[in-house]
């Protein structure tokens, strides 16, 4: 927990100082603050990409094998290997979600349970 406030502190930081970097822009050496735009850039990225990655892999993973039905508003099959699919709708885990993600080309249906196999248990009941 600790690990990860300093991380999106961090991430405030490099958004506060892009924002403030192109605001400026216009009034300062438009070469030097594109440089250093493009830096704080990368570091939102790495930044985005060490916030992501353990719930990345933790879906890879631990949900491995499971066979959801289709969606029955759009039919899409929501994809497991997509961290969007099914997540901890809460910090402390106590309850998950599992819904049609948008980023897959779903429609944001979605279902709420105790254990991501309370959620597989309600999507497939409700096709």
Not at 30 to 59: F, G, K, M, Q
Not at 78 to 104: G, K, S, Y
């Amino acid at each position: 927990m600790i690990n990860e406030t300093r991380q999106l502190d961090r991430l405030k930081h490099c958004l506060r100082m892009t924002l403030y970097l192109l605001s400026v822009s216009e009034t300062h050496d438009p070469v030097r603050t594109s440089e250093e735009v493009a830096l704080n850039i990368e570091n939102i990225r790495v930044l985005l990409e060490e916030i992501d990655l353990p719930r990345v892999r933790r879906s890879a993973s631990e949900f491995e094998g499971v066979i959801l039905k289709k969606c029955p508003f759009c039919g899409i099959i929501p994809p497991m290997d997509d961290p969007d699919t099914i997540h901890p709708l809460t910090r402390d885990h106590r309850l998950w979600v599992l819904n049609c993600p948008e980023t897959a080309g779903g429609c944001a249906a979605e279902v709420i349970g105790v254990t991501p196999a309370e959620c597989f248990e309600k999507w497939n009941r409700r096709v």
